[in-house]
Structure formats: C-alpha cells, structure tokens
C-alpha cells in the first residue's frame, strides 16, 4: 500500500482475517501500523477500504479511522466515494 501524497507511508498488507489485513508500514520509525479492511462490490472486487490502527498507542494525528479509500476511475474520484475519500495505490499480488 503507497500513499502517492506522503511518501513515508509506503507498507506491506498481511492478512489478518477475513477480509481484513494489517499494513506494516517499511519506516519503521512511524510507530502506526493499521488494520485495512477491504469492503467488495457485487463482481468481487474492491469497492472501498477503511483503516483502524493496531495499537491504542499509534499517533491520534494519523486519522486512519475517518478515512475511505476509493478506487479512482478515470483519473477521477468515483462518484460513489465520500468526499472524505483518498485513493491510495493498492496492488494486490
């Protein structure tokens, strides 16, 4: 998972559960590992994630829980999306 806006939060989805996975971030130094949870459309595929931190310890100031990750269409934010709404890059292997 890359955020394309800060650089620094650049990480590695682990499953956890379910749909649910845990992105421990490569600088190590941000102490705000975060459980994504991937929410799917009627064809399977991802229509929006959510974010929590894994610790009650991470940063309040990273706000993952106020966010929703979209999927851009079209060099744009998809109609469906909350204006809230950020597009990381994910690329599922």
């Not at 064809?43 to 829980?65: H, N, R, W």
Request: proline share 5%; glycine share 4%; charged share 30%.
């Amino acid at each position: 998972m890359r955020f394309s806006h800060t650089p620094a939060l650049t990480g590695d989805l682990e499953h956890w559960q379910y749909d649910t996975f845990k992105v421990r971030w490569r600088d190590r130094s941000l102490g705000a590992d975060a459980f994504v949870t991937f929410s799917l459309n009627a064809e399977g595929g991802i229509k929006e994630a959510t974010m929590k931190p894994v610790s009650p310890l991470t940063d309040f100031s990273y706000d993952f829980q106020d966010l929703t990750l979209c999927q851009r269409k079209r060099s744009r934010l998809s109609k469906r999306c909350p204006e809230r709404a950020i597009e990381p890059h994910l690329r599922v292997q």
